[in-house]
């Protein structure tokens, strides 16, 4: 009997083993070894201490963005890598001057002070400020409608983020354009400044700054332009209802200084059997000034250095070379991105995937991809071994601002897709530090990337082109 029974479960354990396929039994061991280093022994966290604390916000052309190449080039440096360098990259200098100063006047000086920021790039109002009439338009598209009335006043770019969409990047797609290019657009109209509701959806006392462009608007054209809180977008809005011709004033002590020298951080483990093939994990080294830049995107810098150190401590030797690249200049300008991908394409560097984490450090939920049919659905047959770390969220979709330049030929680009619904609560606002970023989360989301990044070197990504080209 104790033989039979013996004998049952011997059937029942080969059953069992027999219904996982070997490679796939070896990667959720492997997966749960990655997610347990990180969530033991993760630097992720530290890291993020240091950048966020230590160093602080991370403007372009700045003096801490300066600090914030040096410190995680040395630190990649301590992890033993192949090789780390600088890659030279000229960006934008913006200095955002003396602390803003706005209030909306109702009489002969009744004057109620509101919270405003500069938007990154915005030129000065005039050393006295800037007092005029408001209209208020919800969105560039509703200018038109007021076209003859705007001469002369501050435009107010008041179209909030719609709250019934789900992902929040969505909602906040649908009302970048007015932060973006609201001040070009009301300019030609012939306003005197503009001023922008936050983007966000909370209801607070904090203006969230962002980039924005004059496009080819000549020097003497461009107008001054500020973010309000949402609190105060709110009580304007609801006061100009009662008093159209209130007088809003704001005071802009901010200054572009031509171009800077700068570097993307870049570190590599050269691969042991295809070393010409590359795979990018990134995020962005640079921030806004107001917080510390803790979600967007110290967390994706130090995540991405952490896939590298995950790769060591867990002892995996890639296939396949696999670098680490710290961008700059993503939020006012691009120059990083667009640099790594100009030099990759020059020396004809075959990238074959480039993973950015730049959407905060929450919760990771999994990735969205910009990927062939095929590709993404070898790419889908790995999700089930992320089920077991509550990863679900594998769609085709955007990937990350720093790695768009990189794409060509059959290279797959991916972005972390974290839980987004805290996100715009900090983004670009004084908010954004280091006590609003939880270990584990980061952690999970270092871990989930460090994952993805072990399949894709271990089986490869399908060469579409390629296959076409032997058909022909
Ligand atoms: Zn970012």
Not at 49 to 57: E, W
Not at 112 to 131: D, F, H, M, N, P
Not at 444 to 464: C, E, F, H, Q
Request: with cysteine; charged share 25%; proline share 3%.
């Amino acid at each position: 009997m104790k033989l039979y029974i013996f004998a049952f479960f011997g059937l029942f354990l080969t059953l069992n083993l027999n219904a996982q396929a070997p490679e796939t039994k070896e990667d959720s061991l492997k997966i749960r070894e990655i997610y347990s280093a990180a969530l033991v022994n993760g630097k992720a966290y530290n890291w993020l201490d240091h950048l966020s604390n230590k160093i602080g916000g991370r403007l372009s052309g700045s003096l801490n963005a300066q600090k914030a190449v040096e410190y995680t080039k040395t630190q990649l440096e301590e992890l033993g890598l192949d090789k780390v360098w600088l890659q030279p990259v000229m960006v934008p200098k913006w200095t955002r001057g003396a602390r803003e100063h706005a209030y909306i006047q109702t009489g002969p000086g009744m004057t109620t002070e509101v919270s405003i920021t500069a938007l990154g790039g915005s030129v000065a109002t005039a050393t006295g400020g800037l007092k005029a009439n408001v209209i208020e338009v919800q969105g560039i598209e509703d200018l038109e409608n007021y076209k003859d009335e705007i001469k002369g006043k501050i435009v107010f770019y008041n179209r909030p983020m719609n709250p019934e969409l789900i992902q929040t990047f969505e909602a906040y797609g649908g009302c970048v354009d007015q932060r973006y290019s609201g001040a070009e657009a009301a300019a030609k109209y012939g306003a005197a400044g503009v001023i922008v509701r936050s983007l966000s959806h909370k209801i607070d006392e904090n203006p969230h700054t962002g980039s924005m462009s004059y496009g080819d608007l000549p020097n003497n054209k461009r107008i001054p332009a500020a973010a309000i809180s949402t609190k105060d977008a709110e009580y304007l809005s609801g006061i100009l209802k009662l008093k159209k011709d209130l007088e809003f004033y704001f005071k802009l002590s901010s200054e572009n200084h031509g171009e800077v020298q700068s570097y993307n951080v870049i570190g590599e483990i050269t691969g042991s059997e295809f070393p010409e093939e590359i795979m990018v994990v990134g995020g962005h080294l640079d921030s806004w000034d107001l917080g510390d830049g803790s979600h967007d995107d110290g967390a994706g810098v130090v995540q991405s250095m952490e896939v590298l150190r995950l790769f060591k401590e867990t002892v995996y030797k890639p296939k396949r070379t696999i670098r680490v690249v710290l961008f700059m200049n993503e939020e006012n300008g691009l120059r990083g991105g667009n640099k790594y991908a100009d030099v990759a394409h020059s020396k004809n560097e075959n990238h074959i995937f480039a993973l950015e984490s730049d959407a905060g450090g929450f919760t990771p939920r999994g990735f969205s991809f910009e990927a062939d049919d095929a590709q993404f659905a070898q790419i889908e047959s790995w999700k089930p071994l992320f089920e077991p770390y509550l990863i679900h969220y594998f769609e085709k979709g955007g990937s990350g601002a720093d790695i768009g330049p990189l794409k060509k030929g059959d290279i797959v680009l991916a972005g972390l897709r974290p839980d987004s619904q805290r996100y715009f609560d900090h983004h670009h606002a004084a908010t954004d530090t280091f006590e609003h970023v939880n270990k584990r989360e980061l952690e999970l989301g270092a871990a989930t990337m460090t994952s993805l990044i072990y399949l894709v070197d271990k089986y490869g990504i399908k060469r579409i082109n390629l296959e076409k080209d032997q058909k022909l």
